[in-house]
């Protein structure tokens, strides 16, 4: 089974999160399921607007950690969730979306996120639930992500 790249989405201001989610991915990497991607990893003095959008095209699943920051990004906004959401309706070899209500906001209102299904329950955000909870909902959302490339 090939490695697919796996982009993820998010806010500078939820670097924690980011980092959280690649903790929980990292089986999946070193199993060789999936390439994690986030900005983190451009090279210095690389065009990052490029990189970027070269990694867009590569992707097959996309994570986004959506919080209020993230809805309110114009640089998400306009550069990666178009791109995103125009591979996840190809007909062939679609991109999967995971989108993570990381915490509260206003999502519902976002054409390009509310018709998409959430990986966890938006009404139960990630920073609304205590340690122990946490850790059950990243394995569940850890679970959809290996089932989809399981398939």
């Known amino acids: ?3 697919k790249k796996l982009f993820i ?3 500078h201001l939820d670097d924690e999160w ?6 929980w991915l990292a089986p999946l ?3 060789g399921l999936i390439d994690v991607w986030d900005d983190t990893e451009i090279p210095p003095g690389s065009d990052w607007r490029e990189e970027i959008k070269k990694h867009l095209a ?3 699943l996309a994570v986004l950690l959506v919080t209020q920051d993230f809805l309110n990004s114009d640089f998400i906004a306009q550069n990666e969730l178009p791109v ?3 591979a996840s309706k190809k007909q062939k070899d679609p991109l999967k979306i995971f989108w993570i209500a990381v915490s509260p ?3 519902e209102d976002s054409k390009e996120i509310e018709p998409l299904q959430a990986a966890n329950d938006p009404s139960r955000p990630l920073s609304s639930l205590p340690p122990a909870e946490l850790d059950v909902e ?3 959302i850890y679970k959809k992500i290996k089932e989809v490339l399981e398939e």
């Open 1 to 3: 089974m090939a490695h």
């Open 105 to 107: 906001s206003t999502y």
């Open 29 to 31: 990497e070193k199993k």
């Open 138 to 140: 990243m394995l569940a």
């Open 84 to 86: 995103l959401v125009k």
């Open 58 to 60: 590569e992707a097959k």
């Open 9 to 11: 989405s998010y806010k």
């Open 18 to 23: 980011r980092d959280e989610i690649k903790k």
